[in-house]
């Protein structure tokens, strides 16, 4: 339902960050874009919310052209949303309740069905202790989780994650992975999700996009992608951890850690 078409992001002081970039959306229910630093991601991800409109090419939604018109832009906000990389950007209320609350109030969805989908979507992030904590006092983890509750709540289709493990510790990073495993496995819900984490991609999605200097050097099945040492390194990325038990112990090639470890 949506794609880009040979996309060109050039920024205003000329940094070319994207390059005849596309991406289809419909290829799997959990799409990984990974990429080193600078390689396009989070422009890629503003482009295909509409934040940013490509500089050459297309982002074409539900098989019509986006028009950044109010109604096209209303129609792609429905169905997708995004957690930004950087939660001080997407965090403006002054107490964690409010902030969850804030699209759906802005939807005009009448108080007792923003109660219920605020809390629902606190009880899945793990946030619900902080409801009316002020947002500034939190830390950077509880804040993540706060921008990450503000998606869920809204239920969109599409769901863009862009780096979603950044500055988390291990707990908090598995359950950030569970919180994308259940949403995945809903029904008619695709996650999008950009990190350099390969041992985090590796475990969560199936079909990999691999940015590299705004073009897509590869795409694929994770399997196959994750098998080409040559492609990780022209990226500048690493190979994940069962990757390598894989290839350098003999082992076979274990979709989990759990699997590796049998619990
Ligand atoms: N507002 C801007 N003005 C000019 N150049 C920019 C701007 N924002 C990003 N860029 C440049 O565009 C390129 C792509 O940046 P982007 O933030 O999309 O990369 P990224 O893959 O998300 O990186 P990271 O892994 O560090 O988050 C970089 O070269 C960056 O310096
Ligand atoms: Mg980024």
Redesign the pocket.
Known sequence: MLRVEDVTYI???G?V?LKDVNIDLTKAKKIGIV??????????FMVFLGLLKPSKGRVILNENELKYDKNTLKELRKCAGMVF?DPDKQIFFSSVFDDVAFALRNLKYNEDEVQKKVKLAMEKTGITELQNKPVHFLSYGQKKNVSIASVVAMNHKLMFF??PTAGLDCNSKENIKNILEDLAATKGKTIIV?S?DMNFIYEICDYIYV?NK?HVLSEGKKETIFLNKEILDKAELEEPFLVKVHKYLGKELYKNESELFGN
Do not use: M, R
């Open positions: 920024y205003e002081d940094t960050a990429g080193s630093n600078g390689s396009g991601k989070s422009t890629l990389q862009d780096e950009s350099h940015l705004g």
